[in-house]
């Protein structure tokens, strides 16, 4: 399956947003504080310009009686999905495949260089 074709995963700031925040008419201002973090970063997280990181993972958790887990699954999905498909990763010349080293120059010359 062409990679363009699989959707792209959600930001956890608009599960945040969608399932608990607006649901639950919290305010913003409240909840930033109880979170422990700026109102600020409660608005670039909601609007997926923001990350959500372990700290903030687990205060959402207790927040919102679910897990850092899914949180930081969120915010990897859609972090991988967002390199893969928009970001600008450099060519990389395979080194292993099927648990054998590959001979190609490029090789080669790595594997004299790391001896050295």
Do not use: C
Not at 5 to 17: F, N, Y
Not at 18 to 46: C, S, V
Not at 85 to 109: S, T
Request: aromatic share 6%; proline share 6%.
């Amino acid at each position: 399956m062409n990679k363009h074709h699989i959707r792209k995963p959600t930001h956890p700031g608009t599960v945040l947003d969608e399932h608990y925040i607006k649901p639950l008419e919290l305010n913003l201002d409240e909840l930033a504080q109880r979170l422990g973090i700026a109102r600020n970063t409660l608005f670039k997280i909601r609007t997926g310009k923001a990350s959500v990181t372990p700290h903030l993972a687990l205060s959402l958790a207790k927040a919102f009686d679910t897990t850092p887990q899914l949180w930081l699954n969120l915010q990897q999905k859609y972090d991988l999905w967002m390199e893969q498909n928009m970001g600008v990763h450099h060519r990389v010349i395979q080194i292993i495949k099927d648990g054998m080293f590959l001979p190609v120059p490029q090789n080669l010359a790595l594997r004299k260089r790391m001896a050295a």
